[in-house]
């Protein structure tokens, strides 16, 4: 069930004094007055709850609660290396955790759009925040990733924004925000995302450095391989031809092994498989 948004600024009291020094360097919002204040109070508020947050999966949630004062019920982030083309997670790497509808997921791997989504492509050369239609409409952008856009649509993600996250060495993470209507962006609503991003990357970073390698599951040989494929982008069908097994096996070592990955979907389970190195593209 999703949370229910803010309406007015009454509703959230008892914040640090400290928030409004934080929006002494912010720009100014195209929000009403009373609309700016109340968001405001509720970055404080996310800045306050994940004051000493060590889950990767908690720091998700918050952030995921606070996207939603902007009608982002879907929220997707992930580090890349620099030779990367995709958002596939990198071994050692900090992790790739989104909410995505699971049939886009799904959708997503089956077609190895990872290759080539134009958020990331765009991301690489942009250092502040960027609305979905920006890359829509540029002439750069080609017919298969105007595609992309147009898939995803029917999945629900109809308008989004993508926040990149540079590092050292050539790496960076991209943080995305989707909207189930086709609407704009409003200028204060990307600054807000885009401060919430950089905060939730520097705390999963600290997070990921204290808590220290994520323990991997024992998955079996069979299960590897049809894991493997799965992040491949093959179907059950596909995967039994490959490894000559019927799809009902296929279908028993792909559920082992997200109930051993603790996932909710086999693309949730392969991306979590490609983190810990247990398979490798």
Request: hydrophobic share 40%; charged share 25%.
């Amino acid at each position: 069930m999703e949370r229910p948004r803010i309406t007015a600024v009454s509703q959230r009291r008892g914040l640090s004094t400290r928030v409004s020094d934080q929006f002494s360097l912010v720009p100014a919002m195209h929000f009403p007055e009373a609309a700016s204040e109340a968001f405001a109070l509720e970055f404080g508020q996310f800045l306050d709850q994940t004051d000493g947050v060590a889950k990767l999966e908690h720091l998700f949630d918050l952030l995921s609660n606070f996207a939603l004062n902007f009608d982002c019920p879907w929220i997707a982030y992930g580090s890349l290396a620099t030779d990367q083309k995709g958002l596939k997670p990198v071994r050692g790497d900090p992790t790739v955790m989104l909410n995505y509808p699971h049939g886009w997921q799904e959708r997503y791997f089956e077609m190895g759009y990872y290759r080539i989504d134009p958020t990331i492509k765009r991301s690489r050369r942009r250092a502040e925040a960027f609305r979905w239609s920006e890359v829509y409409n540029d002439e750069s952008t080609t017919e298969d990733e105007r595609r992309f856009f147009d898939e995803a649509a029917t999945f629900g993600l109809r308008s989004g924004i993508s926040v990149p996250l540079h590092g050292p060495d050539g790496r960076f993470a991209i943080m995305n925000f989707a909207q189930a209507w086709a609407g704009e962006f409003q200028n204060g609503a990307i600054t807000y995302l885009q401060l919430a991003a950089l905060h939730f990357h520097l705390r999963i970073g600290n997070s990921a450095i204290s808590s220290g390698i994520e323990e991997r599951p024992n998955l079996s040989p069979r299960e590897k391989e049809c894991i493997l494929w799965t992040a491949k982008g093959k179907s059950s069908w596909e995967i039994g031809k490959i490894v000559g097994i019927s799809v009902n096996t296929v279908n028993f070592h792909i559920k082992s092994v997200i109930r051993k990955m603790d996932a909710v979907s086999r693309a949730t389970a392969a991306i979590k498989a490609l983190k810990l190195g247990i398979i490798e593209l």
